[in-house]
């Protein structure tokens, strides 16, 4: 589903429901304006970022800013979401805080968790974003850029932990 902020969307969607379609393979690509999380919940990727090619193993998350060439093999038993922000919307939610603009100006890989509930709280938070999203709940927008702005602290939290 995409929902527009301003000229602006998100699209959440399955892993398995685009990488299924070509084959668990996603050739190097690029969006210029489009700011995406990986949260694998189950299995492992293969991430190309440029020329270098690292493997993901779940429970992690993959934040992939715009402009950057990436690519994916996915195992078939990937499980797992893929939440697609555009920039606009990323300034819009942060245009008080450039220290958390800035924080993603590259690609993180997020797998230190310190427990497996701190990794369910981010999923939760994304559940509630998932609801949210395919609802028609009255100001849903407003509920929307709550709980995103939620969600994005809390990885830029996470961000800040695994740089130090």
Known sequence: MVVIFVHE????????????TFNWI?????????????FIQ???LEFVN??????INAPSILLIPPTFVHGLTYTPDVAGYILSVSDGVIHD???????????YDRIHVIDNFK????????????HLV???LFSEHLERMIMLR????????SLFRLCNIEAE
């Open 42 to 44: 189950k299995g492992s």
């Open 115 to 126: 427990s497996v509930k701190e990794f369910e709280s981010i999923i939760k938070t994304l």
């Open 9 to 20: 969307y998100i699209f959440l969607e399955l892993i398995a429901t685009r990488s299924q």
């Open 93 to 103: 939610l942060f245009k008080s805080s450039t220290t958390i603009q800035t924080s």
């Open 50 to 55: 440029g020329r270098e090619i690292s493997n």
């Open 26 to 38: 996603i050739k190097p690509h690029v969006h210029s304006h489009l700011f995406q999380i990986f």
């Open 130 to 132: 998932e609801n949210e």
């Open 146 to 153: 709550a709980l995103l702005s939620t969600l994005f602290v």
